[in-house]
């Protein structure tokens, strides 16, 4: 590889001190949508055997072989407990999840995710080609937002066990646990092994600084919802860990994407000469300390689409730096995953400055933006993916059939209107409040103030103002699911009540 392959196809040929970085977008995000989310997690922490691209063909496998029974009026499996026609009609009504309108025409399998053997023949991202692996980018956020790889693991297994049905769980759920795996694919349930380039973690220097990291505050919530599964059925609690997943992948995304900007910022100044000195400098330009992603009530996608567009430049910029310097033999040999990394690669640019001045790297950078201008503009490509996978994923779920159009409860987004056009702003769902509420006041005994929920939502870059709260659908939302308790003796004079005070203290 070299600077010419890197030229003639910039987003496929990244330098492999780029993608081997703790920091790097991996994998690289796609469509997807809270149930997929939960499905494609299944299969990546307990069905080690099991392919993202074979689960659109396991759906039609089981759907061709239910309608073959049908038409022949033959017997179902003989571990199953329901007739075929029966088996039919839940996996057609009781678990069926509305398709986009841009799919009423298509015939596949998509279900509610309740039960991991579910996940086996419905979730994927695709019904072709070859799908991401949303549960994969699960996994990397859990040990990059623990403190070290024995907590991560620790955290890992433990939501293994919670996600795998039980005699904890509720009796539809353990049925259909059984009758799932009678009908679809045989696969034993077992955590599986973690890769070791997956088992990545932020440098203990940069952990113990961090003000601001969602995936650490991700662990801290996925823990909370864990220690509330029994306080409610399978099917409540499957809906309260997607709402923690919508808001915790995207905005993980985004702080990435906002990280690698900063980095560029660093390296772009470092070729002028200037740029940070040392680790303590380079830590506090790199890692954002009180960004705002979102605003509560305010649109979304535009801040998102600026952040994309952001990381797009930076990605050509940081590996055209990269390429350059080895092509003129002097290679960066280092790490860009951690303050100290970036610092010595700053400081390796501006030794070689005049160098890379002289080989014109400032130029050929300019070319290269100006020819992938509807690339960085997110027109197509990676960045369109980006805002594709953050809409889907936090946004309401559009239905084709309008009488299923309140399935989805969990949002992070919704339409300012009914029209088509009208754009998308921040407002949690009913199960997305009484989610990160329930996660506000883990571990604490009693109610607390109506601005502990606004630190929360900070935590993963979304402000909200709490004298707003009280007169917004937010302090609806709380009054309605009967989650705060007016008083003007409060702050704001709202007071947040725990909605499972049994797990408060756990």
Request: glycine share 8%; hydrophobic share 40%; with cysteine.
């Amino acid at each position: 590889m070299s600077w010419e392959n890197f030229e003639a196809a910039p987003w496929r040929n990244s330098h492999d001190t780029y993608t081997k970085s703790t920091l790097a977008i991996t994998p690289a995000p796609e469509y997807a949508s809270s149930e997929v989310l939960v499905a494609s997690l299944y299969r990546v922490i307990g069905f080690q055997d099991v392919k993202e691209g074979a689960v659109p063909e396991a759906g039609r496998k089981l759907e061709q072989s239910v309608k073959k029974l049908r038409d022949r009026r033959q017997s179902p499996p003989a571990s199953a407990t329901l007739g075929v026609d029966t088996w039919n009609t839940v996996l057609h009504g009781v678990l069926e999840s509305p398709k986009l309108p841009n799919q009423s025409s298509k015939r596949f399998l998509q279900v509610t995710p309740l039960a991991p053997s579910v996940a086996l023949f419905s979730g994927s991202a695709r019904l072709s080609s070859n799908p991401w692996s949303p549960g994969s980018l699960i996994r990397r956020m859990v040990w990059l937002g623990s403190k070290d790889k024995d907590s991560a693991f620790t955290l890992w297994k433990d939501l293994f066990e919670a996600l795998g049905v039980n005699e904890q769980d509720d009796a539809f759920a353990r049925w259909l646990e059984q009758e799932a795996l009678a009908w679809g694919i045989d696969s034993p349930w077992a955590l599986a092994p973690v890769p070791d380039l997956e088992i990545t973690s932020l440098a203990t220097e940069d952990q113990e600084h961090l003000l601001f990291m969602p995936a650490r505050q991700f662990t801290r919530d996925i823990r909370a919802i864990i220690q509330a599964k029994a306080s409610m059925t399978r099917r409540q609690w499957t809906s309260m860990l997607e709402a923690i997943l919508r808001l915790a992948t995207v905005t993980h995304v985004a702080w990435l994407c906002d990280v690698q900007a900063r980095t560029w910022r660093c390296l772009s100044d470092a070729v002028s000469g200037a740029g940070p000195l040392g680790e303590q400098a380079a830590r506090a330009l790199v890692f954002p300390e009180n960004p705002q992603y979102m605003v509560y009530g305010g649109k979304a996608l535009n801040g998102l689409k600026d952040l994309a567009s952001s990381y797009l430049a930076s990605r050509l910029g940081i590996n055209a730096l990269l390429w350059c310097l080895q092509d003129a033999g002097i290679p960066y040999e280092g790490s860009i995953s951690s303050s100290r990394g970036i610092a010595d690669f700053c400081q390796h640019v501006r030794e070689n400055a005049p160098m890379l001045s002289k080989l014109g790297v400032a130029s050929k950078i300019a070319e290269l933006r100006d020819r992938e201008a509807r690339a960085l503009s997110c027109g197509k490509g990676i960045g369109a993916n980006l805002l594709e996978f953050a809409r889907h994923v936090l946004g309401k779920r559009q239905t084709a059939v309008q009488l299923l159009r309140g399935y989805d409860q969990g949002y992070i987004l919704k339409k300012a209107g009914t029209s088509a056009s009208s754009p998308w702003i921040v407002s949690l769902g009913p199960v997305a409040v009484l989610s990160f509420v329930h996660c506000a006041l883990a571990g604490m005994a009693g109610p607390r103030s109506i601005h502990r929920l606004g630190q929360h939502l900070a935590a993963y870059g979304i402000t909200v103002d709490r004298h707003d709260i009280g007169r917004n659908d937010l302090g609806h939302q709380l009054r309605m699911l009967g989650l705060v308790l007016d008083s003007p003796d409060a702050e704001s004079g709202m007071l947040l009540l725990p909605p499972f005070p049994a797990t408060q203290n756990t």
